[in-house]
């Protein structure tokens, strides 16, 4: 929605048309329980925004002497039919699109994937700080130097041709990845997932992928989305409490997304460069191949994380790359791995950190220690489910 109405109305104008959808989404919340949800719901709402966006042209006189022109044509313009196949290729352009002007490359990079997140994924700031392990303040800025951007410099959701589009590709890319990120293991809230976010985001990921904008890197993307969204009905169990990967019912495998994501995996062996996203790809097709009777296969792994260490250095990587290695040499090493990492002021707040050293110092027989690892854990932002899980965790420590 926001997306359509900025296409409408200029990218300067994006916090008119993100302002205007929150206020048809507040207008829903207030009458649809007395009124009845209609029974096209997302046409409801867009037409909604679109009549309080024209409502708000013509009251600030966003245009100047142009406004009530402009308004009168957008007022022409067709009805939202959303269940119309024409409308939704149209609502899927846009959406794609506005991640593309997001990515301008006059946009400071550390802009760009939180303006998308923010303006076409709907992030709140302090989602978009926990997926970044940033200050709420400094995304709020980057935030803020990028709509700065846009209206300065004039850009436009138009689509350059050749290179100049494909040198978007990498920022569009990122964009996706946090978006499943997101989705896949929830920063807060009731649910570990957020099903829709990992769908929209491979939908997404599919169409670069089949666009004349494919790369390796695009094709990597794809296949690691597609391994991962495969394990989706597995993590949880039916009270949507967290199930480790160790425990999953592989039967529940999405077997359909295994072989889209194998299908993809092939493709992006093409061409000499590696990315961060091929090494995660050949992570998770590695847990995809094992079953029953052919384990996981831990060196491979371990000598994966140590790849995407070199290629995407990260303490999230490290940290993953610790419990590799307590699968392979026992969860005394993986306790000196993760030791540096201790006082990286960027984990401060990282409840997976702690996490994992209280599942350390429990598999080491370390109870009291490890209680209190869970125990501060507890203490920061996860989502209801982790929550659970830590508290789980917390009670094996009192045996």
Excluded at 155 to 176: K, M, N
Excluded at 322 to 330: E, F, H, P, Q
């Amino acid at each position: 929605m926001v997306a359509h109405l900025t296409r409408l109305l200029g990218p300067a104008n994006l916090d008119l048309a993100a302002d205007a959808v929150q206020e048809a989404m507040l207008k829903a919340l207030q009458t649809w329980p007395y009124q009845g949800i209609p029974e096209n719901a997302a046409g409801w709402l867009f037409r909604a925004a679109h009549n309080l966006a024209i409502d708000s042209i013509r009251r600030k006189q966003t245009f100047g002497k142009k406004t009530d022109a402009i308004a009168a044509e957008l007022s022409r313009g067709k009805a939202f039919e959303v269940h119309d196949p024409g409308m939704e290729e149209q609502l899927r352009d846009d959406e794609l699109r506005m991640i593309f002007m997001c990515c301008h490359p006059d946009i400071p990079h550390d802009s760009r994937v939180a303006l998308s997140l923010k303006s076409v994924a709907g992030f709140s700031v302090r989602e978009i700080a926990r997926a970044f392990l940033a200050e709420d303040a400094s995304v709020a800025q980057r935030l803020v130097r990028a709509k700065r951007c846009i209206r300065d410099r004039h850009i436009t959701l138009d689509l350059p041709g050749g290179a100049e589009l494909a040198a978007r590709l990498d920022s569009v890319l990122e964009v996706l990845y946090f978006l499943f990120n997101e989705g896949y293991a929830a920063h807060s809230g009731e649910d570990l997932i957020r099903v829709d976010l990992c769908h929209e985001a491979l939908r997404l990921s599919r169409l670069v992928s089949a666009s004349s904008l494919a790369t390796p890197a695009a094709h990597a993307l794809t296949a690691l989305m597609a391994f991962q969204a495969a394990r989706l009905a597995a993590r949880t169990d039916q009270s949507g409490d967290l199930i480790l990967l160790e425990d999953q019912n592989r039967a529940l495998w999405d077997q359909r997304l295994l072989r889209l994501g194998l299908v993809h995996f092939n493709q992006c062996m093409d061409g000499e460069e590696v990315t961060g996203y091929h090494v995660q790809a050949a992570i998770a097709a590695t847990h995809a191949r094992a079953s029953g009777s052919h384990p996981i296969d831990w060196p491979v792994v371990f000598h994966l994380y140590d790849q995407l260490l070199a290629i995407r250095p990260s303490p999230v990587v490290e940290l993953n790359r610790a419990v590799a290695l307590s699968k392979l040499r026992g969860p005394e090493e993986g306790l000196a791995a993760i030791a540096p990492l201790e006082n990286d002021p960027s984990l401060k707040s990282y409840y997976l950190l702690l996490a994992v050293r209280g599942h350390f110092l429990h598999a080491l027989g370390r109870l009291p220690e490890a209680a209190h690892c869970f125990h501060q854990a507890l203490t920061l932002p996860c989502s209801e489910p982790e929550r659970r899980f830590l508290r789980r965790m917390l009670q094996k420590c009192h045996p």
